[in-house]
């Protein structure tokens, strides 16, 4: 005949199964943070190679950590608004291929050719909009010469004008958001 058990011997055992899972997902949670100081030490070049941090963790929590490592390195690989950003960029590659190995190098460079790609063709739009909104400007910029000379026609810088400012900041957006979504695929892979 099986045992009858009460509620509250019911109820401990779920107590004990709870703490215990939580206890394990605390040390994970640990272990996780743990590679993402790693990773953040890293890129911001306080540490000078990524593995050497890894030589002290134990095998079986390693995978905690390298997946730790992993999401601050992704992070890091991002559209770059301007050339310094490119250092960051540069060593999360590096971390990205120290942590998943050879395997990797062929979506890195994607990525990497795909980010000088982005910076040639936001200057490229920026460009022929400033191009473009300067043949408008022309005009007005004749009809002030007259009026106020050409020193003030000639002050007028374009990049500054709100038309030009609204204009850019939709194409920019535009622009962003294609190379962004394209980018987060090639990321994806390095995730997995």
Not at 56 to 81: C, F, M, Q, S, T
Not at 103 to 132: C, F, G, H, M, N
């Amino acid at each position: 005949m099986a045992e009858i058990r009460s509620a509250l011997e019911i109820a401990l055992e779920k107590a004990e199964r709870l703490g215990a899972a939580n206890k394990n997902e605390a040390v994970s949670d640990e272990l996780f943070n743990k590679g993402r100081r790693l990773a953040a030490r890293y890129i911001n070049g306080e540490e000078k190679d990524l593995t050497i941090g890894l030589k002290d963790i134990k095998k079986e929590d390693l995978p905690h950590v390298i997946n730790g490592a992993i999401e601050i390195i992704l992070r890091n690989i991002i559209l770059p608004r301007d050339k310094d950003q490119w250092s960051s960029i540069n060593r999360a590659f590096s971390g990205i291929i120290a942590l998943k190995g050879s395997p990797v190098k062929e979506i890195v460079s994607q990525i990497e050719q795909l980010l000088k790609t982005y910076e040639v063709t936001k200057k490229r739009y920026y460009d022929q909009l400033k191009a473009q909104m300067q043949g408008r400007l022309g005009g007005i910029q004749q009809s002030l010469a007259k009026q106020y000379g050409t020193a003030i026609a000639a002050s007028i810088n374009i990049e500054t004008l709100p038309e030009f400012q609204n204009e850019w900041s939709k194409l920019s957006s535009d622009i962003n958001e294609q190379f962004n979504r394209h980018l987060q695929q090639l990321k994806a892979y390095l995730a997995s």
